[in-house]
């Protein structure tokens, strides 16, 4: 670079300088302006901008948790939940087009654009439907912006109607409950209110673990529609409800419902109940009443008749009770089964007079034959041995008076009044089970004991829960309890015994097996306030094999019509206990059967 | 260069620069000068390829981030597409499950048993496989026993395809069964007429309903003008 003279390098170096200065002090300005509003926009967001967009594109959804299931004990689905759609329609939108465009497969494999008018629209929906096509009308014509056109329609029907594409309809998916066995366990499931909430049986006491809980999905959304991947996506899986695993047989709880409706009608009696019940373990394997409803349709059968009277409903036991006087007088060392008692036709104690259901002569009798022929007279003999606090203690021993706790609500606790507010005639009649009410299932509770050598073990209704990963948690069972000592418990088992082969109740035998039995027939209290009593119950309870019982049976009937001594639930009692002894594959017995005398001599 | 700064700069003579003999030897002869010859001149710094790689880069990169979105994009649309075969699937699934079920419930079975003539036994017998003992008497079933009460079958909306009824026959049927549902059998239910009665009582309102609603239940004819067959189901 050649130099320059002193002056003119003087004037053109600050000129140059200058203006590269001032273009820099620009640019600067410029880059401040920008950068500040860059800060401005993107840091503090003054206009609210990125927020108002992420609102735009954002959508939640509500992720329905599915209701568990109810299964009996071999897995038949009782109750569960299936998909359905409601059709919706848009009102404003279908009125206002006349026609549309759609898509329709042709034969050559391609689609044709075809025009679609409202009216074939709404004929081919009301076709799909199978509703009226005026009704059809009707429901889409108008300004509300949502409609309910159907109900609960089936997922093939919701696919014809969408390829359709009738403007303004849309399907929106909804949980139904389905009952796949109807009547049978009917009145155990129970049902739903509004589909949502139970109402009756284990729907409602097990709501809490069968609802589980919604999750929730929140995602940016496209003007398309799509979901944008890259976008914000946040999940929180819904939980699903637990299901419900039963003790019910319900083959089993079929045979006990049919019998037990067959028996009702035959008698033309206001109610019956048939409960079996393995004595190992205290699951209830049938709970069957009469007029079950059917959880799909429950409005069908009267009010009364939707709970499980087997449970509910509390009754006096009448003679089915001798059985906890025979096994606390043998407990308490009082009398043995062989014991003789002389018993005249009438037996008066204290100023009451008690008789039997048959007229006699003075007679002499064992323990055995006051059981085996059912006689209130001897049973007072025998009982009076016991004082009137014994009498109370074994009878809440037995589980009188106290509520089983299965998971079915309304379960009766019964009423046992204490003793010091019985009058002369109770503290008599509540050895045979008058003046003292239970339901069937506290008279099946108390022969179990027996039946398991004299411990209590509480029933069981709900087996284990299943969680939605597939882990079953059993229901633990509740603490047993010794009531009498295995002795007593060999001994009134004894005396059942030969109430079927020696006694009264021969018609409760079955071939090849040993059968202990009890009959029950009780004065009933009417019903709607009035005192006094109308009506009996009836009622047979019994448990086989007698060499290890395995099962009991109790069938009770309320007040059949007839006379009452011309009644008897023998061959029901037979036929279910038959059932269940084959349907679990129970060897016959083996031994000979025990038949105490009747007569002393 | 001005010639003040041309001072400041010593100036390497080609003689001293090329003098291949060590500086240590006195006074040799002064070499000529190196011969002049063309300088070959120091290679351009090239910096078109440098260019070339920043774009390059640059190009790769866009395209790299424009493929990624592409599939990311068109992997959502698969997406999309699975999840409603999964969902379709799962419908139909349930849907079968539910027939299934329906046939399996146990007052439909004893109800198509009655219908194919079968009568519940009366005796039973076992064979002990360890002693190969056998108990019990074989006698054939004996058919003519009241058959007793009849459990209506589930009350399953749509579970049947129920063809439309028109008959009065048709409308006692739905009246021994839940609405909504075929009938089990005729059979069970004349024989159990008596029984039934007090149900029938109670259902007769619902059969009013169900009748109506089979009525106003016009066939699919899918675009042509004869219906197709009637399926036969079980109870009919």
């Not at chain 1, 010794?482 to 035998?509: C, F, M, P, W, Y």
Request: charged fraction near 20%.
């Amino acid at each position: 670079m050649a130099e320059t003279t002193g002056k003119t390098g003087n004037s053109k170096a600050p000129n140059a300088t200058k203006r590269l200065r001032l273009g820099l002090g620009l640019m600067l300005t410029l880059l401040l302006v920008v950068g500040g509003k860059l800060f401005l926009v993107q840091g503090l967001d003054v206009g609210g901008m990125a927020e108002a967009a992420l609102n735009s594109r954002m959508t939640s959804a509500v992720l329905p948790a599915e209701r568990g299931s109810i299964l009996d004990s071999r897995g038949t689905v009782l109750a569960n939940s299936v998909i359905r759609y409601n059709i919706v329609v848009d009102q404003r939108v279908n009125t206002k087009t006349d026609s549309y465009k759609r898509y329709e497969p042709q034969a050559d494999g391609h689609d044709k654009l075809v025009d679609v008018s409202r009216d074939q629209a709404i004929t081919e929906l009301a076709a799909a439907l199978g509703m009226d096509t005026n009704a059809v009308r009707n429901a889409v014509t108008g300004d509300q912006p949502y409609f309910i056109v159907a109900k609960e329609v089936k997922p093939d029907v919701e696919d014809r109607i969408s390829k359709l594409q009738v403007p303004g309809i849309v399907a929106e998916g909804v949980s139904k409950r389905v009952y796949p066995n109807g009547a049978v366990a009917g009145g155990v499931v129970g049902f739903l209110q509004d589909g949502t909430t139970g109402l009756a049986g284990i729907e409602q006491t097990q709501d809490d673990q069968l609802k589980g809980k919604d999750g929730k999905r929140v995602f940016e959304i496209g003007a398309d529609g799509l979901r944008i991947p890259v976008g914000l996506d946040e999940l929180t899986p819904p939980q699903n409800g637990k299901d419900v695993k039963l003790t019910l047989n319900s083959d089993l709880q079929y045979f006990a419902q049919q019998a037990i409706q067959s028996q009702t009608d035959k008698l033309s009696a206001e109610w019956g109940v048939i409960i079996v019940m393995d004595a190992k373990t205290g699951n209830l394997l049938a709970l069957a009443d009469t007029n079950a409803p059917d959880p799909n349709n429950p409005g069908l059968v009267a009010a009364k008749d939707r709970g499980t009277r087997s449970v509910t409903a509390a009754y006096e036991p009448g003679s089915v009770e001798k059985m906890i006087t025979a096994a606390s007088v043998i407990d308490e060392g009082l009398a043995s089964p062989l014991d003789k008692f002389t018993i005249p036709p009438t037996y008066t104690v204290d100023g009451q007079t008690f008789s039997d259901a048959f007229t006699h002569g003075t007679e002499e009798r064992t323990l055995a034959g006051i059981i085996g022929y059912s006689m209130n007279t001897g049973t007072v003999m025998a009982g009076q041995r016991l004082s009137k606090e014994q009498r109370y203690d074994w009878l809440k021993k037995f589980g009188i008076g106290e509520a089983p706790d299965i998971g079915l609500p309304a379960t009766a606790s019964g009423i046992l009044s204490p003793p010091d507010q019985w009058d002369g005639r109770q503290q008599y009649t509540v050895l045979f089970g008058q003046g003292v009410s239970q339901s069937t299932l506290q008279t099946v509770r108390a022969y179990q004991t027996i039946a398991n050598d004299g411990v209590m073990l509480q029933p069981r209704l709900i087996d284990s829960y299943i969680s939605p990963d597939g882990t079953e948690e059993k229901v633990p069972a509740q603490p047993s309890r010794r009531v009498v000592s295995d002795n007593t418990a060999h001994q009134v088992k004894d005396i059942l015994e030969s109430a079927v082969t020696e006694g009264e109740i021969k018609d409760a035998g079955i071939d090849g097996y040993r059968v202990g039995a009890k009959t029950g027939t009780s004065e009933s209290p009417c019903d709607d306030g009035k005192p006094g009593y109308c009506g009996y119950t009836a009622s047979i309870v019994g448990m086989a094999p007698m060499d290890d019982p395995r099962f009991i049976v109790e069938v009770v009937l309320q007040r059949p019509k007839g006379s009452i001594y011309g009644i008897t639930n023998g061959p029901v009692f037979r036929s279910v206990m038959s059932q269940t002894l084959r349907t679990y594959n129970v060897q016959p017995s083996t031994g000979e059967p025990v038949r105490l005398p009747q007569y002393a001599k | 260069m001005s010639t003040a700064a041309v001072k400041n700069f010593p100036i390497v003579s080609g003689s001293s620069a090329a003098d291949p003999r060590p500086a240590g030897e006195p006074g040799g002869t002064r070499k000529g000068r190196t011969p002049l010859s063309v300088v070959r001149t120091a290679p351009r710094k090239r910096r078109a390829p440098f260019v070339v790689l920043c774009f390059g880069m640059l190009a790769v990169a866009l395209v790299a981030v424009l493929v990624l979105n592409i599939s990311v994009s068109t992997s959502q649309y698969q997406l999309v597409e699975l999840r409603a075969k999964q969902s379709s699937l799962t419908k139909t699934n349930q849907d079968l499950t539910q027939q299934v079920q329906n046939f399996q419930a146990p007052q439909n079975l004893a109800a198509k048993a009655t219908e194919l003539g079968m009568v519940p036994s009366a005796v039973k017998g076992q064979i002990d496989l360890s002693t190969l003992s056998v108990t019990g008497k074989a006698v054939p079933a004996v058919k003519g026993a009241a058959p007793g009460a009849v459990i209506p079958s589930p009350a399953v909306a749509g579970q049947l395809n129920v063809p439309p009824a028109s008959t009065s026959a048709a409308a006692d049927k739905a009246a021994t069964s839940g609405a909504g549902n075929a009938s089990p059998a005729a059979g069970p239910a004349d024989a159990a007429q008596a029984a039934a009665d007090k149900a029938a009582a109670a259902q007769k309102a619902a059969a009013d309903k169900a009748a109506a609603a089979a009525a106003a239940h016009a066939p699919e004819l899918h675009g042509g003008s004869v219906p197709a067959p009637q399926q036969k189901a079980p109870g009919q």
